[in-house]
Structure formats: structure tokens, C-alpha cells
């Protein structure tokens, strides 16, 4: 898929302020640091489209991103970052889960996961609670710059093995990413206009 045009619409807290358009919408989701800002410069190749920073709790709010004019991408904070107040991490909670309840145009959820960590218990535990609310997901590694092939292969085999061993009787479609170098970009992008199509 070629993106022809990418643009910002609105950042808010509030589900029912999102865009109210019925397109096909796209969200990244993971931990703080993981790399959903960077992973929607990549796919869109647009440098700073979102901002992104060496510091984990950089994006704050749910970001829509309108692409080619008929479908959204967006951006939305991440969970786990440890010097985070117990009423923000409250507060967060609220908003990002009632987008999940709520977003009608969601059609698959991105979760991103570093490549270089072994499961954690905080990503295990959301996309069970994305299974039990019926919310398609799909995961992203990041990061894959960072380690050799071979290496690649096991960590991703284990995180794998490590799901089909939980609750899931089958895995998610997984794709393996890098930001600096546009890994993955082809098959994610494919992946979303399959299901626009679909
Ligand atoms: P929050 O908005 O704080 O939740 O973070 P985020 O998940 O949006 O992460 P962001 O894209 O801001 O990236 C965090 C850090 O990881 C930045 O320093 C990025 O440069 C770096 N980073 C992101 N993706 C990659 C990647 O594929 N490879 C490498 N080497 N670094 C990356
Ligand atoms: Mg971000």
C-alpha cells in the first residue's frame, strides 16, 4: 500500500470526541517506550508525524491520524511506566479502556512488545483482557535492529510458545519491526489494507 497522504485530526481523552467518521481505524498499544509513536513514522514515513522520545509517557492522549483520507492510525499512550501516579495510572485506564469498549471502527488493535524482553506479565495480562472483550489484536515486535536473526527467531518462537502454553489456543498474526530500518513495514501495511478491503 502506498500512503499518499497522513495527517493529524484531534488528540482528546474522551472516546466519544474521537473522529465520527466510520472508517476502518488501527490502533498501536503497549508499553511505554516500546515504540508506537516511532512504528507510525515508520509505516507512514513521516519523520515526526507522531512525537516520540527517549523518554518513557511521551504520548498522553489518543491520537488519530487520518491516512490516504480513508482510514485512521492511532496513537495512544502507554501502560506500564512505573513513575506514573496511581490516579493518572487510574485515570488512564479509564479512557484507554473505554476506547477499546466503545471504538466501533477498531478493527484490529496493534500490541507492541520489544523483542529483546521476555513475556510480561502486563502485556500477557491486556491481551487477555482484550480476548475476553472480543477485540481483535495483533502483535507487533519492535525494536528488531537490536538483535541478530537467529535470535530473533527464539525470542519470538518463546513468546509465542509462552501464549499457545496460557489461555490462547491459537496465535495472533505476529509481525517482527525495526524503525530504524523499515523492517516489517510491507507486511503490516499489507496486513491493514487486506482488512480494509476485507
Ligand atoms: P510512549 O509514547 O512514551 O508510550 O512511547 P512509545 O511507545 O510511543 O515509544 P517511542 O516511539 O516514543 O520510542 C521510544 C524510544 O525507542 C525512542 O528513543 C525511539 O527512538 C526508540 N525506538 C523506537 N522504535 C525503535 C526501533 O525500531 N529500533 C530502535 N533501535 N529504537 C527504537
Ligand atoms: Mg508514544
Request: overall charge positive; hydrophobic content about 35%.
Amino acid at each position: 500500500m502506498k500512503i499518499k497522504t497522513a495527517n493529524f485530526v484531534i488528540s482528546n481523552t474522551d472516546v466519544d470526541k474521537c473522529p465520527n467518521e466510520p472508517l476502518p481505524e488501527y490502533a498501536f498499544i503497549g508499553r511505554s517506550n516500546v515504540g508506537k509513536s516511532s512504528l507510525i513514522n515508520m509505516l507512514t514515513e513521516r519523520k515526526s508525524l507522531a512525537k516520540t522520545s527517549g523518554r518513557p509517557g511521551k504520548t498522553q492522549l489518543i491520537n488519530h491520524f487520518k491516512i490516504n483520507a480513508n482510514w485512521f492510525l492511532v496513537d495512544l499512550p502507554g501502560y506500564g511506566y512505573a513513575r506514573t501516579s496511581k490516579k493518572d495510572k487510574r485515570t488512564f485506564q479509564k479512557y484507554i479502556t473505554n476506547y477499546f469498549l466503545k471504538r466501533e471502527q477498531l478493527l484490529c488493535a496493534f500490541i507492541l512488545v520489544d523483542i529483546r524482553h521476555e513475556p510480561q506479565k502486563i502485556d500477557l495480562e491486556f491481551m487477555e483482557w482484550m480476548g475476553e472483550n472480543g477485540i481483535p489484536f495483533s502483535i507487533i515486535f519492535t525494536k528488531a535492529d537490536k538483535l541478530k536473526p537467529k535470535v530473533i527467531e527464539r525470542q519470538v518462537g518463546e513468546y509465542i510458545q509462552k501464549l499457545l502454553d496460557g489461555m490462547w489456543e491459537e496465535a495472533p498474526p505476529y509481525f517482527i519491526t525495526s524503525s530504524t530500518h523499515g523492517a516489517g513495514r510491507d507486511e503490516v501495511l499489507n496486513y491493514i489494507d487486506t482488512i480494509n478491503l476485507g
